[in-house]
C-alpha cells in the first residue's frame, strides 16, 4: 500500500537549520509530486510547497522563499524538507502528503506522512 | 496568499446533514476547479475527503459532497455519524504552482 514514512521529533535551536526526511513505498516515486505541509499547536495547516521528484524542480510558498529547501533521493524514494534560521514560531507538526501525478493537475494530498513535531526553544 | 476562510465551528445531530463553507479569491477558488477538502481527528495527520470541488476518492462515503459557486466551495455532509466529528480544512490550487488552505473548521456532532 501506499505509504510515506517521515522523520523522527527534532529540538532545534533558534537560528538553527533541521531537515526532515519523508520515504515513499508502495508507488512509482518519480510520478507524483510530493507536497509540504506544517501546523502550528492549535492551529491550522499551511502549505509550504511541492517538488516534482521526477527533475527535482520546487515551487515554494512565498513566505518561506528563502529559508526553506525541497530536494530528493531518487535511489532512495525520499524527498526531504529543510528549513532554516528558525524561530520560536516555526514550532510545529511537519507533514509531507503525495500531490498528483506528474504532467497532470489536479488538487490531491494523499497519503500524507504520520508528521514530524519540530520544537524551536532555547 | 492569504489564507482561505472557513467558519471556526459547525454543529449537527446525527443523521442531519451540515455545510462548511470555503471563501476564497478569484485568483484561488474562483479562478480554479480544484478545491480539496481534508479530515482531521484529534492527534491524527489529515484524510482526503473531497478533491477538484467535488470528486471523491475510493473509499470516501458519498455522505460527503463537495459544490463551488464563484469564489466560494462548500463541503455538506450528510446523515451525520459520531466518527463524522473532526477537523475540516478545505484547500484550493492558487495559481504558478502554490496552494493555499483554510483555516480549519470544527465540526461537532451533538
Known amino acids: 500500500q501506499v505509504q510515506l514514512v517521515q522523520s523522527g521529533a527534532e529540538v532545534k535551536k533558534p537560528g538553527a537549520s533541521v531537515k526532515v526526511s519523508c520515504k515513499a513505498s508502495g508507488y512509482t516515486f518519480i510520478s507524483y509530486y510530493m507536497h509540504w505541509v506544517r501546523q502550528a499547536p492549535g492551529q491550522g495547516l499551511e502549505w509550504m510547497g511541492i517538488?516534482?521528484?521526477?527533475?527535482?524542480?520546487?515551487s515554494y510558498a512565498q513566505k518561506f522563499q528563502g529559508r526553506v529547501t525541497m530536494t530528493r533521493d531518487t535511489s532512495t524514494s525520499t524527498v526531504y524538507m529543510e528549513l532554516s534560521s528558525l524561530r520560536s514560531e516555526d514550532t510545529a507538526v511537519y507533514y509531507c502528503a503525495r500531490g498528483h501525478i506528474v504532467g497532470t493537475t489536479y488538487n490531491w494530498f494523499d497519503p500524507w506522512g504520520q508528521g514530524t513535531l519540530v520544537t524551536v526553544s532555547s | 496568499q492569504s489564507a482561505l476562510t472557513q467558519p471556526r465551528s459547525v454543529s449537527g445531530s446525527p443523521g442531519q446533514s451540515v455545510t462548511i463553507s470555503c471563501t476564497g479569491t478569484s485568483s484561488d477558488i474562483g479562478g480554479y476547479n480544484y478545491v480539496s477538502w481534508s479530515q482531521q481527528h484529534p492527534g491524527k495527520a489529515p484524510k482526503l475527503m473531497i478533491y477538484d470541488v467535488s470528486k471523491r476518492p475510493s473509499g470516501v462515503p458519498d455522505r460527503f459532497s463537495g459544490s463551488k459557486s464563484g469564489n466560494t466551495a462548500s463541503l455538506t455532509i450528510s446523515g451525520l455519524q459520531a466518527e463524522d466529528e473532526a477537523d475540516y480544512y478545505c484547500?484550493?490550487?492558487?495559481?504558478?504552482?502554490?496552494?493555499?488552505f483554510g483555516g480549519g473548521t470544527k465540526l461537532t456532532v451533538l
Open positions: 517538488i516534482n521528484p521526477s527533475g527535482g524542480s520546487t
Open positions: 484547500c484550493s490550487y492558487a495559481g504558478t504552482y502554490t496552494w493555499v
